[in-house]
Protein backbone atom coordinates (compact mmCIF):
# COMPACT_ATOMS: atom_id res chain seq x y z
CA UNK A 1 0.00 0.00 0.00
CA UNK A 2 2.31 2.84 -1.27
CA UNK A 3 0.12 5.56 -0.06
CA UNK A 4 3.80 7.86 -0.09
CA UNK A 5 3.57 6.84 -3.77
CA UNK A 6 6.28 9.57 -4.88
CA UNK A 7 8.65 9.23 -2.05
CA UNK A 8 8.26 5.63 -1.48
CA UNK A 9 10.78 2.65 -2.71
CA UNK A 10 10.84 -1.14 -2.95
CA UNK A 11 13.29 -1.47 -0.20
CA UNK A 12 12.28 1.06 2.05
CA UNK A 13 8.61 -0.94 2.16
CA UNK A 14 10.03 -4.09 2.95
CA UNK A 15 12.91 -3.09 5.28
CA UNK A 16 10.88 -1.01 7.25
CA UNK A 17 7.44 -3.47 6.98
CA UNK A 18 5.66 -0.17 5.70
CA UNK A 19 2.39 0.30 6.12
CA UNK A 20 -0.91 2.60 5.87
CA UNK A 21 -4.27 3.51 4.85
CA UNK A 22 -5.40 -0.24 3.32
CA UNK A 23 -3.06 -2.01 6.04
CA UNK A 24 -6.75 -2.86 7.67
CA UNK A 25 -7.83 -5.02 4.30
CA UNK A 26 -4.45 -6.16 2.91
CA UNK A 27 -1.93 -6.00 5.84
CA UNK A 28 1.48 -4.43 6.04
CA UNK A 29 4.55 -4.88 3.62
CA UNK A 30 4.98 -8.56 5.36
CA UNK A 31 1.65 -10.04 5.07
CA UNK A 32 2.01 -9.40 1.20
CA UNK A 33 5.61 -10.18 0.19
CA UNK A 34 6.01 -13.11 -1.50
CA UNK A 35 9.59 -12.95 -2.57
CA UNK A 36 12.55 -10.36 -2.13
CA UNK A 37 16.33 -10.85 -2.98
CA UNK A 38 18.67 -8.92 -1.14
CA UNK A 39 22.85 -8.58 -0.64
CA UNK A 40 24.21 -9.68 2.70
CA UNK A 41 27.24 -8.55 4.77
CA UNK A 42 29.80 -10.70 2.98
CA UNK A 43 28.56 -9.43 -0.45
CA UNK A 44 26.72 -12.34 -1.44
CA UNK A 45 22.99 -12.36 -2.84
CA UNK A 46 20.61 -13.77 -0.21
CA UNK A 47 16.56 -14.50 -1.72
CA UNK A 48 14.24 -15.16 0.58
CA UNK A 49 10.75 -16.43 -0.82
CA UNK A 50 7.10 -17.24 1.35
CA UNK A 51 6.25 -21.12 0.95
CA UNK A 52 2.69 -21.38 0.80
CA UNK A 53 1.38 -18.01 0.94
CA UNK A 54 -2.05 -17.89 2.69
CA UNK A 55 -2.83 -14.62 0.44
CA UNK A 56 -4.24 -13.02 3.63
CA UNK A 57 -2.34 -11.70 7.18
CA UNK A 58 0.87 -13.77 7.88
CA UNK A 59 -0.58 -13.32 11.66
CA UNK A 60 -3.63 -15.60 10.98
CA UNK A 61 -1.43 -18.48 9.96
CA UNK A 62 0.13 -21.04 12.66
CA UNK A 63 3.07 -21.01 10.43
CA UNK A 64 4.98 -19.05 8.20
CA UNK A 65 7.66 -20.84 5.95
CA UNK A 66 10.44 -19.35 4.29
CA UNK A 67 13.38 -20.87 2.61
CA UNK A 68 16.63 -18.56 2.47
CA UNK A 69 19.10 -19.54 -0.49
CA UNK A 70 22.30 -18.01 -0.48
CA UNK A 71 24.10 -17.01 -3.99
CA UNK A 72 27.77 -15.95 -4.63
CA UNK A 73 27.92 -12.58 -6.36
CA UNK A 74 28.76 -13.90 -10.02
CA UNK A 75 26.02 -15.98 -10.18
CA UNK A 76 23.35 -13.46 -11.42
CA UNK A 77 22.85 -12.93 -14.74
CA UNK A 78 21.80 -10.65 -17.15
CA UNK A 79 18.22 -10.94 -16.96
CA UNK A 80 17.71 -10.91 -13.42
CA UNK A 81 17.86 -14.80 -12.50
CA UNK A 82 20.44 -17.10 -10.67
CA UNK A 83 23.15 -19.20 -12.20
CA UNK A 84 23.58 -22.60 -10.48
CA UNK A 85 22.74 -23.94 -7.15
CA UNK A 86 22.93 -21.92 -4.22
CA UNK A 87 25.63 -22.13 -2.21
CA UNK A 88 23.96 -22.42 1.26
CA UNK A 89 20.40 -22.74 1.87
CA UNK A 90 18.13 -22.42 5.40
CA UNK A 91 14.44 -22.56 5.64
CA UNK A 92 12.73 -20.88 8.42
CA UNK A 93 9.45 -21.50 10.24
CA UNK A 94 8.07 -18.93 11.75
CA UNK A 95 4.75 -18.92 14.07
CA UNK A 96 1.90 -16.45 12.65
CA UNK A 97 2.05 -15.09 15.82
CA UNK A 98 5.02 -13.72 16.62
CA UNK A 99 5.25 -11.52 13.79
CA UNK A 100 3.33 -8.69 15.67
CA UNK A 101 1.96 -8.07 19.21
CA UNK A 102 -1.40 -9.89 19.83
CA UNK A 103 -4.35 -8.07 19.25
CA UNK A 104 -2.47 -5.37 17.30
CA UNK A 105 -3.07 -4.52 13.49
CA UNK A 106 0.33 -3.16 13.19
CA UNK A 107 3.72 -3.46 15.03
CA UNK A 108 7.09 -3.40 13.74
CA UNK A 109 9.06 -2.79 17.40
CA UNK A 110 10.58 -6.72 16.96
CA UNK A 111 13.59 -6.30 15.10
CA UNK A 112 14.72 -9.54 15.35
CA UNK A 113 11.58 -10.79 13.97
CA UNK A 114 12.60 -14.65 14.09
CA UNK A 115 15.72 -14.20 12.29
CA UNK A 116 13.83 -13.55 9.23
CA UNK A 117 16.44 -11.55 7.14
CA UNK A 118 15.66 -7.87 5.67
CA UNK A 119 12.22 -7.16 6.92
CA UNK A 120 11.82 -4.50 9.91
CA UNK A 121 15.51 -4.24 10.00
CA UNK A 122 15.21 -1.31 9.10
CA UNK A 123 18.40 -1.67 6.69
CA UNK A 124 20.63 -3.04 9.05
CA UNK A 125 21.16 -6.49 7.60
CA UNK A 126 21.83 -6.12 4.00
CA UNK A 127 20.97 -4.11 1.31
CA UNK A 128 17.23 -4.71 -0.65
CA UNK A 129 17.31 -4.76 -4.28
CA UNK A 130 14.26 -6.33 -5.71
CA UNK A 131 10.95 -7.75 -4.59
CA UNK A 132 7.88 -9.89 -5.45
CA UNK A 133 4.15 -9.06 -4.32
CA UNK A 134 0.65 -10.53 -3.70
CA UNK A 135 -1.31 -7.90 -5.64
CA UNK A 136 -4.68 -7.43 -4.60
CA UNK A 137 -7.98 -6.70 -6.39
CA UNK A 138 -10.51 -3.92 -5.27
CA UNK A 139 -13.71 -4.82 -5.10
CA UNK A 140 -16.20 -3.29 -7.90
CA UNK A 141 -18.48 -0.76 -5.49
CA UNK A 142 -16.76 1.81 -3.28
CA UNK A 143 -19.04 3.60 -1.01
CA UNK A 144 -16.61 6.61 0.62
CA UNK A 145 -18.27 7.86 4.91
CA UNK A 146 -17.53 10.70 6.15
CA UNK A 147 -18.81 10.77 10.09
CA UNK A 148 -18.47 13.99 12.21
CA UNK A 149 -18.47 13.41 15.97
CA UNK A 150 -19.67 16.28 18.15
CA UNK A 151 -19.71 14.48 21.74
CA UNK A 152 -16.52 14.38 23.82
CA UNK A 153 -13.70 12.45 22.01
CA UNK A 154 -13.89 9.65 24.92
CA UNK A 155 -17.11 9.02 24.40
CA UNK A 156 -17.18 8.73 20.15
CA UNK A 157 -13.63 6.49 19.94
CA UNK A 158 -15.64 3.28 20.82
CA UNK A 159 -17.60 3.72 17.35
CA UNK A 160 -14.31 2.94 15.80
CA UNK A 161 -14.75 -0.44 17.31
CA UNK A 162 -18.38 -0.77 16.83
CA UNK A 163 -17.60 -0.17 12.86
CA UNK A 164 -14.87 -2.47 12.41
CA UNK A 165 -17.02 -5.13 14.56
CA UNK A 166 -19.68 -4.71 12.17
CA UNK A 167 -17.74 -4.98 9.36
CA UNK A 168 -16.02 -7.49 10.23
CA UNK A 169 -18.98 -9.70 11.16
CA UNK A 170 -20.11 -9.20 7.54
CA UNK A 171 -16.41 -10.47 5.69
CA UNK A 172 -16.93 -13.44 8.17
CA UNK A 173 -20.44 -14.36 7.24
CA UNK A 174 -19.51 -13.69 3.54
CA UNK A 175 -16.13 -16.20 3.86
CA UNK A 176 -18.18 -18.97 5.39
CA UNK A 177 -20.02 -19.58 2.04
CA UNK A 178 -22.92 -21.81 2.01
CA UNK A 179 -26.21 -20.84 0.42
CA UNK A 180 -27.52 -18.39 3.07
CA UNK A 181 -23.56 -16.43 2.92
CA UNK A 182 -24.32 -12.43 2.18
CA UNK A 183 -22.21 -10.68 -0.12
CA UNK A 184 -18.55 -10.19 0.71
CA UNK A 185 -18.42 -6.44 2.16
CA UNK A 186 -15.13 -4.79 3.15
CA UNK A 187 -13.88 -2.18 5.31
CA UNK A 188 -11.28 -1.05 3.12
CA UNK A 189 -9.84 1.95 4.87
CA UNK A 190 -10.58 3.90 8.15
CA UNK A 191 -9.03 7.29 9.18
CA UNK A 192 -9.27 9.58 12.32
CA UNK A 193 -8.55 13.47 12.41
CA UNK A 194 -8.52 14.89 16.24
CA UNK A 195 -10.26 18.52 16.49
CA UNK A 196 -6.23 19.85 16.40
CA UNK A 197 -5.82 18.65 12.86
CA UNK A 198 -9.09 19.54 11.47
CA UNK A 199 -8.74 22.96 12.76
CA UNK A 200 -4.99 22.51 10.80
CA UNK A 201 -6.39 21.47 7.39
CA UNK A 202 -9.32 24.26 7.65
CA UNK A 203 -11.93 21.31 7.93
CA UNK A 204 -15.48 22.59 7.22
CA UNK A 205 -18.14 21.00 8.61
CA UNK A 206 -20.67 19.11 7.00
CA UNK A 207 -22.91 18.46 9.33
CA UNK A 208 -25.86 21.62 9.80
CA UNK A 209 -24.73 21.83 13.42
CA UNK A 210 -22.07 24.19 12.23
CA UNK A 211 -19.11 24.60 14.62
CA UNK A 212 -16.07 22.24 14.28
CA UNK A 213 -16.52 18.27 14.96
CA UNK A 214 -14.67 16.85 18.06
CA UNK A 215 -13.47 14.05 15.70
CA UNK A 216 -13.93 13.05 12.32
CA UNK A 217 -13.74 9.90 10.79
CA UNK A 218 -13.54 8.75 6.61
CA UNK A 219 -13.67 5.11 6.01
CA UNK A 220 -13.89 3.17 2.18
CA UNK A 221 -16.72 0.66 2.29
CA UNK A 222 -16.12 -2.18 -0.44
CA UNK A 223 -17.60 -4.93 -2.36
CA UNK A 224 -18.58 -7.04 -4.96
CA UNK A 225 -22.16 -6.05 -4.52
CA UNK A 226 -23.27 -2.70 -4.64
CA UNK A 227 -27.09 -2.95 -2.60
CA UNK A 228 -24.88 -4.92 -0.08
CA UNK A 229 -21.90 -2.16 0.06
CA UNK A 230 -25.08 0.68 0.27
CA UNK A 231 -26.88 -1.10 3.08
CA UNK A 232 -23.49 -1.50 4.92
CA UNK A 233 -22.52 1.73 4.84
CA UNK A 234 -25.84 2.91 6.62
CA UNK A 235 -25.72 0.69 8.81
CA UNK A 236 -22.38 2.58 9.74
CA UNK A 237 -23.84 5.79 9.78
CA UNK A 238 -26.60 4.51 12.12
CA UNK A 239 -23.62 3.72 14.70
CA UNK A 240 -22.27 7.09 14.03
CA UNK A 241 -25.72 8.29 15.28
CA UNK A 242 -25.47 6.47 18.44
CA UNK A 243 -22.46 8.11 19.28
CA UNK A 244 -23.46 11.70 18.83
CA UNK A 245 -22.51 11.62 15.05
CA UNK A 246 -23.33 12.22 12.01
CA UNK A 247 -22.39 10.67 8.47
CA UNK A 248 -22.32 11.51 4.91
CA UNK A 249 -21.80 8.96 2.00
CA UNK A 250 -20.12 9.68 -0.89
CA UNK A 251 -20.88 7.10 -4.21
CA UNK A 252 -19.02 9.08 -7.36
CA UNK A 253 -15.21 9.13 -7.57
CA UNK A 254 -15.26 12.92 -7.51
CA UNK A 255 -17.43 13.06 -4.63
CA UNK A 256 -15.05 10.21 -2.92
CA UNK A 257 -12.02 12.27 -3.67
CA UNK A 258 -13.12 15.26 -2.42
CA UNK A 259 -14.20 13.86 1.12
CA UNK A 260 -10.40 12.26 1.53
CA UNK A 261 -8.59 15.37 0.75
CA UNK A 262 -9.13 16.77 4.22
CA UNK A 263 -6.90 13.77 5.09
CA UNK A 264 -4.41 14.37 2.52
CA UNK A 265 -3.51 17.46 4.11
CA UNK A 266 -2.49 16.39 7.25
CA UNK A 267 1.33 18.03 7.13
CA UNK A 268 -0.57 21.77 8.07
CA UNK A 269 -0.41 20.79 11.42
CA UNK A 270 3.24 21.52 11.55
CA UNK A 271 2.82 24.95 9.25
CA UNK A 272 3.39 27.12 12.15
CA UNK A 273 6.56 25.66 12.69
CA UNK A 274 7.89 25.50 9.45
CA UNK A 275 6.76 22.01 8.91
CA UNK A 276 9.17 21.07 12.30
CA UNK A 277 7.28 18.41 14.16
CA UNK A 278 8.18 15.14 16.18
CA UNK A 279 6.04 12.86 14.20
CA UNK A 280 5.91 9.49 16.34
CA UNK A 281 3.83 6.41 16.06
CA UNK A 282 1.82 4.39 17.79
CA UNK A 283 0.01 1.18 18.16
CA UNK A 284 -3.16 0.90 20.22
CA UNK A 285 -5.22 -2.32 20.94
CA UNK A 286 -9.09 -0.88 19.74
CA UNK A 287 -10.74 -1.04 23.26
CA UNK A 288 -8.19 0.74 24.69
CA UNK A 289 -8.26 3.16 22.28
CA UNK A 290 -10.94 5.89 24.37
CA UNK A 291 -8.07 5.59 27.51
CA UNK A 292 -5.17 6.64 24.73
CA UNK A 293 -7.08 9.40 23.84
CA UNK A 294 -8.25 10.74 27.29
CA UNK A 295 -4.43 10.46 28.14
CA UNK A 296 -3.24 12.43 25.57
CA UNK A 297 -5.99 15.07 26.00
CA UNK A 298 -4.56 14.85 29.55
CA UNK A 299 -1.45 15.58 28.56
CA UNK A 300 -2.00 18.71 26.61
CA UNK A 301 -4.18 20.13 29.55
CA UNK A 302 -1.47 19.93 31.51
CA UNK A 303 1.10 21.21 28.45
CA UNK A 304 -1.12 24.17 28.10
CA UNK A 305 -1.81 25.08 31.67
CA UNK A 306 2.44 25.34 31.80
CA UNK A 307 2.64 27.64 29.19
CA UNK A 308 -0.17 29.95 30.30
CA UNK A 309 1.69 29.80 34.01
CA UNK A 310 4.94 30.36 32.23
CA UNK A 311 3.03 33.62 30.33
CA UNK A 312 1.99 35.19 33.80
CA UNK A 313 5.46 34.86 35.29
CA UNK A 314 6.77 36.93 32.32
CA UNK A 315 3.98 39.24 32.65
CA UNK A 316 5.12 40.27 35.97
CA UNK A 317 8.51 41.89 35.49
CA UNK A 318 6.18 44.60 32.78
CA UNK A 319 4.41 45.86 35.83
CA UNK A 320 7.46 46.05 38.26
CA UNK A 321 9.92 49.36 38.39
CA UNK A 322 9.46 52.28 36.06
CA UNK A 323 6.67 52.25 33.33
CA UNK A 324 6.76 53.94 30.51
CA UNK A 325 2.97 55.58 29.87
CA UNK A 326 2.26 56.85 26.06
CA UNK A 327 1.11 60.34 25.36
CA UNK A 328 -2.43 61.26 26.29
CA UNK A 329 -5.09 63.81 27.27
CA UNK A 330 -6.30 61.71 29.78
CA UNK A 331 -8.49 64.10 32.32
CA UNK A 332 -7.35 61.15 34.87
CA UNK A 333 -3.53 62.40 34.44
CA UNK A 334 -4.30 65.92 34.26
CA UNK A 335 -6.26 66.21 38.03
CA UNK A 336 -3.93 63.26 39.49
CA UNK A 337 -0.35 62.57 39.52
CA UNK A 338 1.08 60.08 37.26
CA UNK A 339 2.74 58.09 39.52
CA UNK A 340 -0.31 57.61 41.84
CA UNK A 341 -2.45 56.00 38.53
CA UNK A 342 -0.04 54.14 37.76
CA UNK A 343 0.92 53.18 41.10
CA UNK A 344 -3.44 52.07 41.35
CA UNK A 345 -3.20 50.37 37.54
CA UNK A 346 -0.61 48.26 38.22
CA UNK A 347 -1.87 47.09 41.80
CA UNK A 348 -4.75 46.00 40.13
CA UNK A 349 -2.76 44.26 37.37
CA UNK A 350 -0.55 42.39 40.15
CA UNK A 351 -3.74 41.29 41.73
CA UNK A 352 -5.05 40.05 38.41
CA UNK A 353 -2.57 37.91 37.60
CA UNK A 354 -1.19 36.44 41.48
CA UNK A 355 -5.16 35.70 41.72
CA UNK A 356 -5.22 33.96 38.00
CA UNK A 357 -1.76 31.88 38.46
CA UNK A 358 -2.91 30.87 42.28
CA UNK A 359 -6.02 29.73 40.22
CA UNK A 360 -4.21 28.18 37.34
CA UNK A 361 -1.85 26.62 39.58
CA UNK A 362 -4.58 24.90 41.38
CA UNK A 363 -6.21 23.13 38.56
CA UNK A 364 -2.67 22.20 37.36
CA UNK A 365 -1.95 20.26 40.99
CA UNK A 366 -5.00 18.90 41.40
CA UNK A 367 -6.69 17.83 37.61
CA UNK A 368 -6.63 13.90 39.06
CA UNK A 369 -8.05 14.37 41.99
CA UNK A 370 -11.86 13.27 42.55
CA UNK A 371 -14.13 16.32 42.57
CA UNK A 372 -15.67 14.75 45.70
CA UNK A 373 -12.72 16.42 47.51
CA UNK A 374 -12.39 19.46 45.45
CA UNK A 375 -16.25 20.73 45.86
CA UNK A 376 -15.88 22.78 48.41
CA UNK A 377 -12.03 24.40 47.46
CA UNK A 378 -13.26 25.73 44.33
CA UNK A 379 -14.22 28.63 45.46
CA UNK A 380 -11.43 29.78 46.98
CA UNK A 381 -9.57 29.97 43.95
CA UNK A 382 -13.13 32.04 42.48
CA UNK A 383 -14.61 28.84 40.80
CA UNK A 384 -17.23 29.35 43.26
CA UNK A 385 -19.64 29.11 40.07
CA UNK A 386 -18.67 25.72 39.10
CA UNK A 387 -19.97 23.99 42.70
CA UNK A 388 -23.98 23.26 41.71
CA UNK A 389 -22.16 21.94 38.10
CA UNK A 390 -19.09 19.67 40.33
CA UNK A 391 -22.37 18.32 42.46
CA UNK A 392 -23.99 17.32 39.18
CA UNK A 393 -21.34 15.50 38.15
CA UNK A 394 -20.64 13.62 41.28
CA UNK A 395 -24.18 12.65 41.04
CA UNK A 396 -23.86 11.41 38.27
CA UNK A 397 -20.70 9.50 38.66
CA UNK A 398 -19.19 9.38 42.04
CA UNK A 399 -15.59 8.53 41.18
CA UNK A 400 -15.38 11.92 38.87
CA UNK A 401 -12.25 13.69 38.83
CA UNK A 402 -11.07 18.00 38.05
CA UNK A 403 -9.86 16.30 34.66
CA UNK A 404 -13.06 15.37 33.48
CA UNK A 405 -14.51 19.24 33.43
CA UNK A 406 -11.48 20.81 32.15
CA UNK A 407 -11.79 18.14 29.27
CA UNK A 408 -15.29 18.63 28.39
CA UNK A 409 -14.43 22.47 28.84
CA UNK A 410 -16.51 23.39 31.60
CA UNK A 411 -13.97 24.88 33.05
CA UNK A 412 -11.51 26.99 30.54
CA UNK A 413 -8.00 28.05 31.32
CA UNK A 414 -8.28 31.29 29.26
CA UNK A 415 -6.12 33.90 28.73
CA UNK A 416 -8.34 35.60 26.66
CA UNK A 417 -11.17 35.98 29.39
CA UNK A 418 -9.08 35.32 32.02
CA UNK A 419 -6.26 37.94 31.96
CA UNK A 420 -5.99 40.00 28.48
CA UNK A 421 -9.52 41.22 28.73
CA UNK A 422 -9.44 41.98 32.61
CA UNK A 423 -5.50 43.65 32.23
CA UNK A 424 -7.82 45.98 28.88
CA UNK A 425 -10.48 47.16 31.43
CA UNK A 426 -7.44 47.88 34.23
CA UNK A 427 -5.42 49.65 31.53
CA UNK A 428 -8.16 51.70 29.90
CA UNK A 429 -6.50 54.95 28.10
CA UNK A 430 -3.82 55.60 25.78
CA UNK A 431 -1.26 56.41 28.31
CA UNK A 432 -1.42 52.36 28.80
CA UNK A 433 -1.31 51.68 25.09
CA UNK A 434 2.15 50.89 25.22
CA UNK A 435 2.08 48.39 28.30
CA UNK A 436 -0.81 46.23 26.71
CA UNK A 437 1.18 46.24 23.73
CA UNK A 438 4.19 44.59 25.61
CA UNK A 439 1.80 42.23 27.45
CA UNK A 440 0.46 41.32 23.59
CA UNK A 441 3.74 40.72 22.27
CA UNK A 442 5.02 38.47 25.58
CA UNK A 443 1.59 36.56 25.33
CA UNK A 444 2.52 35.92 21.66
CA UNK A 445 6.16 35.18 22.43
CA UNK A 446 5.24 32.69 25.31
CA UNK A 447 2.61 31.37 23.12
CA UNK A 448 4.71 30.21 20.60
CA UNK A 449 6.84 27.72 22.89
CA UNK A 450 3.38 26.10 23.46
CA UNK A 451 3.70 22.42 23.11
CA UNK A 452 0.54 20.38 22.53
CA UNK A 453 -0.10 16.85 21.10
CA UNK A 454 -2.27 15.97 17.83
CA UNK A 455 -3.68 12.68 16.79
CA UNK A 456 -4.78 11.21 13.35
CA UNK A 457 -4.87 7.60 13.09
CA UNK A 458 -5.41 4.32 10.68
CA UNK A 459 -8.35 3.70 12.63
CA UNK A 460 -8.77 0.50 11.68
CA UNK A 461 -5.98 -0.95 13.09
CA UNK A 462 -5.20 1.07 15.58
CA UNK A 463 -2.27 3.11 14.62
CA UNK A 464 -1.94 6.46 15.81
CA UNK A 465 0.34 9.07 14.27
CA UNK A 466 1.13 11.30 17.31
CA UNK A 467 2.74 14.85 16.58
CA UNK A 468 4.32 17.29 18.37
CA UNK A 469 4.98 20.33 16.23
CA UNK A 470 8.02 22.14 17.63
CA UNK A 471 10.15 24.92 16.79
CA UNK A 472 13.93 23.47 15.58
CA UNK A 473 15.27 27.02 17.25
CA UNK A 474 13.65 26.43 20.76
CA UNK A 475 15.61 24.54 22.55
CA UNK A 476 13.65 24.64 25.70
CA UNK A 477 10.47 23.84 23.42
CA UNK A 478 12.19 20.57 21.92
CA UNK A 479 13.11 19.11 26.01
CA UNK A 480 9.30 19.78 27.03
CA UNK A 481 8.02 17.74 23.80
CA UNK A 482 10.67 15.44 24.32
CA UNK A 483 9.64 15.09 27.89
CA UNK A 484 5.87 14.57 26.51
CA UNK A 485 7.42 11.85 23.64
CA UNK A 486 8.37 9.45 26.95
CA UNK A 487 5.33 10.16 29.07
CA UNK A 488 3.43 8.82 25.34
CA UNK A 489 5.20 6.75 24.67
CA UNK A 490 4.88 4.49 28.65
CA UNK A 491 0.90 5.87 28.23
CA UNK A 492 0.77 3.07 24.81
CA UNK A 493 2.96 0.58 26.74
CA UNK A 494 0.75 0.61 29.83
CA UNK A 495 -2.06 0.18 27.34
CA UNK A 496 -0.92 -2.97 26.40
CA UNK A 497 0.48 -1.25 22.93
CA UNK A 498 3.41 -0.78 21.13
CA UNK A 499 5.27 2.07 20.25
CA UNK A 500 5.12 1.69 16.50
CA UNK A 501 2.92 0.26 13.80
CA UNK A 502 5.30 2.04 10.57
CA UNK A 503 7.93 4.36 11.62
CA UNK A 504 10.03 1.69 13.10
CA UNK A 505 12.76 2.98 15.43
CA UNK A 506 15.89 4.37 14.20
CA UNK A 507 17.52 6.74 16.48
CA UNK A 508 14.59 8.57 17.86
CA UNK A 509 12.98 5.10 19.84
CA UNK A 510 15.52 3.15 20.65
CA UNK A 511 15.46 3.88 24.04
CA UNK A 512 12.05 3.15 24.66
CA UNK A 513 12.61 -0.69 24.11
CA UNK A 514 14.27 -2.65 26.74
CA UNK A 515 17.75 -4.48 26.46
CA UNK A 516 15.53 -7.68 27.14
CA UNK A 517 13.53 -6.83 24.23
CA UNK A 518 16.49 -5.68 21.54
CA UNK A 519 18.83 -9.07 22.92
CA UNK A 520 17.88 -11.66 20.37
CA UNK A 521 18.56 -8.48 17.58
CA UNK A 522 21.74 -8.11 18.88
CA UNK A 523 22.78 -11.32 18.71
CA UNK A 524 21.12 -11.52 15.20
CA UNK A 525 23.47 -8.68 14.26
CA UNK A 526 26.56 -10.13 15.54
CA UNK A 527 26.35 -13.16 14.01
CA UNK A 528 25.56 -11.93 10.40
CA UNK A 529 27.27 -8.51 10.18
CA UNK A 530 30.05 -8.25 12.81
CA UNK A 531 31.54 -5.82 11.38
CA UNK A 532 29.10 -3.63 10.89
CA UNK A 533 29.09 -3.34 7.28
CA UNK A 534 25.43 -2.16 7.33
CA UNK A 535 24.07 1.43 8.91
CA UNK A 536 26.89 0.58 11.70
CA UNK A 537 25.97 1.80 14.89
CA UNK A 538 22.01 1.88 14.12
CA UNK A 539 19.31 -0.18 16.49
CA UNK A 540 22.67 -1.05 18.69
CA UNK A 541 23.25 0.57 22.25
CA UNK A 542 24.43 4.28 21.92
CA UNK A 543 22.45 4.52 18.75
CA UNK A 544 20.10 6.99 20.28
CA UNK A 545 19.93 10.73 20.02
CA UNK A 546 22.57 11.75 22.07
CA UNK A 547 24.49 12.42 19.21
CA UNK A 548 22.00 13.44 16.58
CA UNK A 549 22.16 16.90 15.59
CA UNK A 550 19.46 18.82 13.51
CA UNK A 551 20.39 22.24 12.15
CA UNK A 552 17.87 24.54 12.80
CA UNK A 553 17.70 27.60 9.58
CA UNK A 554 16.74 30.26 11.87
CA UNK A 555 20.22 29.52 14.04
CA UNK A 556 22.04 29.25 10.64
CA UNK A 557 21.24 32.49 9.25
CA UNK A 558 23.34 33.87 12.23
CA UNK A 559 26.22 31.38 12.60
CA UNK A 560 26.98 30.27 9.07
CA UNK A 561 30.19 31.57 8.10
CA UNK A 562 30.01 29.38 4.91
CA UNK A 563 27.47 30.93 2.92
CA UNK A 564 26.37 34.86 3.23
CA UNK A 565 23.80 35.66 4.96
CA UNK A 566 21.60 36.56 2.42
CA UNK A 567 21.78 33.13 1.13
CA UNK A 568 20.73 31.40 3.64
CA UNK A 569 18.22 33.74 4.08
CA UNK A 570 16.58 32.85 0.41
CA UNK A 571 17.23 29.27 1.23
CA UNK A 572 14.90 29.36 4.35
CA UNK A 573 12.91 32.08 2.30
CA UNK A 574 12.30 28.71 -0.46
CA UNK A 575 11.20 26.24 1.83
CA UNK A 576 9.95 28.43 4.53
CA UNK A 577 5.80 26.88 3.76
CA UNK A 578 7.73 23.04 2.93
CA UNK A 579 5.06 20.77 5.01
CA UNK A 580 7.24 17.46 3.91
CA UNK A 581 4.90 15.29 2.28
CA UNK A 582 7.51 13.49 0.23
CA UNK A 583 6.05 14.84 -3.19
CA UNK A 584 8.05 17.04 -4.21
CA UNK A 585 7.57 18.89 -7.65
CA UNK A 586 9.87 21.46 -9.25
CA UNK A 587 6.88 24.07 -8.58
CA UNK A 588 5.00 22.83 -5.11
CA UNK A 589 1.32 22.87 -5.21
CA UNK A 590 0.64 21.16 -1.95
CA UNK A 591 0.73 24.03 0.52
CA UNK A 592 -0.54 26.81 -2.00
Known amino acids: DPTSLEASCIGGNVAMNAGGKKAVLWGTALDNLAWWRMVDPQGNWLEVTRVGHNMGKIHDVDVARFELRWYAPRQLAADGSMRGEPIRSESLDIP ?29 DGLITSARWVLHKMPGHIRTVCLEFFGQPKDAVPSIVEIKNYLDSLTRAAAAGGPDAPPRVLLAGLEHLDERYLRAVGYTTKSRRGGL ?6 GDIVGDDDAAVARATSEVVRLANGRSGEGFIAVSPEARKTFWLDRSRTAAIARHTNAFKINEDVVIPLPRMGEYTDGIERINIELSTRNKLRLLDELLPLFEGEIALGKTDDVDLQRRSADELVAERTRQAVELIAATRARWQFLLENIDRPLAQLRELLAAVGLAALQPLAQERLAADPQATLFLLLQDRSIRVSWK ?3 REPLARILQGQAFVPLLKRCDETHKRVLRSRVFVALHMH ?3 GNVHTNLPVNSDDYGMLKEAEAAVARIMALARSLDGVISGEHGIGITKLDYLTDAEMANY ?15 GKLMKGGNLDNAYTPSFNLMGHESLIMEQTAIGEISHDIKDCLRCGKCKPVCSTHV
Open 417 to 419: TEV
Open 522 to 536: WAYKQKVDPEGRFNR
Open 213 to 218: PKMVLF
Open 96 to 124: GSRFRKVGLGKDVTDKFLAGLPGVQKEGC
Open 459 to 461: AGD
